[in-house]
């Protein structure tokens, strides 16, 4: 299980006075493209379940995942997520011709589960059918950094069709501390914040930024 302590950002200016009240702590940044796929029937969505293939800093890393049954209450997410790293040329191919996912489900344990417990998938080359839709997605670039008490944070500027969002993210295993640790630095800097109410996912698949 994953958890995340999330705020929302209402705008550029916060995400720049934040990112430059963040910057001693800074140790990367990196630009993501993330892809969403599901099954032709929507067998994955139906049961509050996504796949997506992430692109980090063009080709250089790719990371298959698996995000079920999520939550986001009172600025703090929760979501059962595996991952694993697959080949970015093989990331690129599967993209570009969906059904190749399904030929992982013997040499990777999430499209093994796929198979499995969502029925999608195992079909060859010769079965090119539409077991597996893209349904698009969006850009991102990601601040990483270092901060107090051993706590990573995310300063993300979110790239859509349709807008730009940012939010700041922190995974934690105690979440009301973080939170709290977290609005209190806010406050000190001026950041105008608000807890998030929705995944990057779900304002993707509402088309539109919200409120």
């Not at 080709?59 to 929760?78: E, H, I, N, P």
């Not at 059904?99 to 093994?112: C, D, E, P, Q, T």
Request: proline share 3%; net charge negative; glycine share 10%.
């Amino acid at each position: 299980m994953e958890v995340e302590v999330k705020f929302r950002l209402p705008d550029a200016a916060a995400h720049q006075r934040l990112s430059d009240a963040l910057y001693p702590f800074h140790l990367r940044t990196h630009l993501q493209e993330n892809l969403f796929f599901d099954g032709a029937d929507s067998e994955l969505s139906t049961h509050f379940a996504v796949s997506r293939i992430r692109f980090y800093d063009g080709d250089s890393r790719c990371v298959l995942s698996l995000k079920a049954r999520a939550s986001l209450v009172d600025g703090v997410s929760r979501v059962e997520e595996v991952e694993e790293d697959i080949d970015p040329a093989l990331g690129r191919a599967c993209v570009a011709e969906p059904w190749r996912l399904g030929s992982l489900s013997a040499s990777s344990r999430i499209m093994g589960r796929v198979k499995d417990e969502f029925g999608i998938g195992g079909e060859g080359e010769g079965k090119k059918g539409s077991s597996f839709v893209c349904l698009g997605g969006f850009r991102n670039v990601r601040a990483v950094y270092g901060w107090k008490e051993g706590l990573t944070l995310e300063l993300d500027e979110t790239n859509y069709d349709f807008g730009t969002s940012y939010e700041l993210e922190c995974e934690t295993g105690e979440p009301e501390k973080a939170k709290e640790m977290l609005e209190g630095f806010l406050l000190e800097k001026g950041v105008e914040y608000s807890y998030s109410k929705a995944s990057k996912f779900a304002v993707f698949r509402a088309g539109k930024l919200l409120p």
